[in-house]
């Protein structure tokens, strides 16, 4: 299966990539290159710890070209009243008698802790599409799912920040 992603999300990616290869690349090939000069490696945490680093930053920038490589591109329009990526959504849960909010976005941007909901999401896919005012199935499978009520769609800019990972 192949990641949708918008034409931002690959800049971001190509800038990720990019950063990796000219700073955090050239930082772990010095602190490899520093541990090493302590003498045992056998017995030198911080060479081994060098060369984890080192790795993670290497495994990171094959990741993202594999993803570049691979993924769906979408388009990030949508209608003005209708919820599409990048869209802030207001939506009031009936079972619970509470509203959140939440951004619709791609599936590699997804973060259910920062309000980020995924458009492959169960919630995501039912919200796409439909209008403020709106009363939307979400089905979790095939037993079972919940109702909502849509009561704000906004239109988001998104600033296009590149979000580094952390290892």
């Excluded at 000069?37 to 790795?55: C, R, V």
């Excluded at 949508?78 to 008698?97: I, Q, R």
């Excluded at 999401?121 to 979790?140: C, F, N, Q, T, W």
Aim: aromatic residues 8%; hydrophobic residues 30%; without cysteine.
């Amino acid at each position: 299966m192949f990641d949708e992603v918008t034409e931002k999300d690959i800049q971001r990616m190509e800038e990720e990539i990019e950063y990796r290869k000219l700073v955090v690349r050239k930082q772990a090939l010095e602190d490899v290159k520093e541990a090493r000069a302590h003498g045992d490696l056998s017995e030198n945490f911080e060479y081994h710890a060098a060369k984890k680093f080192k790795n993670q930053n290497e495994s990171r920038i094959r990741y993202l070209e594999k993803m570049i490589k691979t993924a769906k591109i979408v388009s990030d329009e949508s209608k003005d009243d209708e919820v599409g990526l990048n869209n802030t959504v207001e939506v009031y849960f009936e079972d619970d008698d509470e509203t959140e909010t939440y951004t619709i976005v791609t599936t590699v941007r997804g973060n259910s802790l920062k309000g980020l909901i995924s458009i492959d999401s169960p919630i995501g896919k039912a919200l796409m599409g439909h209008k403020a005012g709106d009363r939307v199935y979400v089905e979790i499978n095939a037993n079972a799912g919940y109702y909502v009520e849509i009561k704000s769609i906004t239109n988001t800019d998104d600033d296009g920040s590149v979000e580094l990972r952390k290892f």
